[in-house]
């Protein structure tokens, strides 16, 4: 790796860190204001747990020596690196706390603090860095079948998605969330303007997590990976507006920004193979598959409170399939089978595993919160303390 | 007007007699007499506690009124002064029409009720007067009830107590005799169900919605020094 190439990816490291702040924006805005400090305090600790976690077990079982192709055995709590070691592992503990943050919008307003704290440190410590071993070890067998995910799009993001889904089932959806007749009521975030700073903040972000992901400076085009990265971004945003407005329904700023970040999702497993003409496609098709995602989730009453399973899991699924659908050189069947393996593999490992998690931590601490502590808020009943307290305070004396 | 009513103004301006003045102790015979019909002691501590509150009547003072209230009421006890026969007298042809019109109650009297001992702590007191607010302001009073036995009876939510106390509220709603006695817990978990109960029908923010009108009335009453209304949350 060349010193130029050392300094980007260390800017890398940073961008990728910033995008935690994204996601803690646009989570705690999509969750009302009785929540937004249990919303941040995960994404919080996302970062400071899964640092810890992916340091001490994570990176060497994702990067160690992987004889077997199933997983890394040493390089466990590391203490001796070259620069470009450092800067590895300092780069790949921002993308597993991403993974694992991923969790944290769709179980928010109804899981005990604690139990998420636990679970967190399970995805950055096994699910999410043994599937990293298959997929991007050189020696993983996901990678010896020619498995292509260039930044992530499976192996950080549908891995997530797929941890969210379980722990969607695992806890059920908030308290009335869905009626009897089986309709969805709306349940508005508290604060719009986080959600659209979140969404700004986790592209710029983005441009770290792909540019980053370049091997060599030479080898993959930085420039086309930036390029292709804004593009996927745009088309999704744009998909997601079309989707609604041809179906004739509101156009949702909230639902824009998420489309966007699933166009960028999209793009993440091919945006340095792509052209500028098929990430616009797969960005633009990401956007839609979002909207579609929600709709199903919703009619399977699964509550998913910012809408993570269908940004990162449907977004996911799809840019991984599309860099088999969208090849540099002719189309190959075996190439959309590989491509199609692994999606499967990534929800047959995530899925059931974060399930089963889900589950002991239920029967040993209780994942779902309270009844009353649902309707009193996260924020006093997890943390005593209230994000908004003066507000909170002149809502009460409003009602008499 | 049969004796059992005539006996509740006597007794209402007997007791408040130290406390209020005559004007408003007519004044409270006549809100006995249009919002307090039902003839359970829950009705009357929520007359008591009501009046108390629009009076501003002293907590220390409201304790020994349940009390005394209740002791009046016994047929046993003689009672010396006719109402009707003193400042009522100007409102007594009002009064006399009022009673003279045809009273469509909804509820049956809980024979249960005059034997239960009013042991009146103060969650009690909140706890039966959140629920009156929250059951006022919600307009599908029926599907509460519906909601709130088959959430009672589903294992995950209660306990076959819970049951129990869901149906004989539901067979009264106006009646909270059955909430005297009950522990802060056993309370506590009522207003769960309630809360879940109020989700199903309304939804989470009109639910909210309406837990927070509930929460800041309750807040007005002497008791919640005691005892906090958010405690039950």
New interface residues.
Partial sequence: MSDLQLIWVAMCVVLVFFMQAGFAFLEAGAARAKNSVNVLMKNYMDMCVGGLIFWAVGFGLMFGDNTTGWMGIDHFFPQRFTTVEAVKLAYQTMFAATAATIVSGAVAERMHFNAYFIFSALVTGIIYPVFGSWAWNEKGWLTKLGFIDFAGSTVVHSIGAWCALAGVMALGP????Y??QGET?A??GHNLPLVALGGFILWMGWFGFNGGSISTLEKNNLGLVLLNTHLGGCAGGVGALFFMAVRKQPVLMSATVNGSIAGLVSITAGAAYFSPFSSILVGFAGGIFYLLGVNLLDRLQLDDVVGAIAVHGFGGVWGTLAVALFPQGAFSYSTLFVQLTGVIVAFVWAFPMAFLFFKLLDAWLGVRA???HE??GLDYSEHFEIGYPEFQKR???N?? | MTDIKKRRRQVSWLCFQPYLSEEQRVEAIQILDRDYQTEGMSSLIAYVTRICSEFGIDMSNRIALYGQFRELMKEETVLSIDPLSFGVERDHDELRQKQAEPKLSPFKTDPADSTVAPKLTAHTVIFIYFMKQVYTHLAEKSALFQVLKELSLDKRQGKKDMADNVNRWAGNPNNFAWAVGLDEKTL?SL???V??G???I????H???C???A???CEKLPEAKAFSP?R??
Avoid: M, W
Avoid at chain 2, 202 to 205: C, F, K, M
């Fill in positions: 908030r308290l009335g969330r009626s009897r009521r349940i508005p309270s009844t009353l309707q009193r809502l009460d004396s009602d008499n | 506590a207003v769960h169900l809360y879940t109020l989700c199903e309304l939804g989470p923010i639910a909210d919605e837990f927070h009108k929460i800041a009335q958010s039950f949350l």
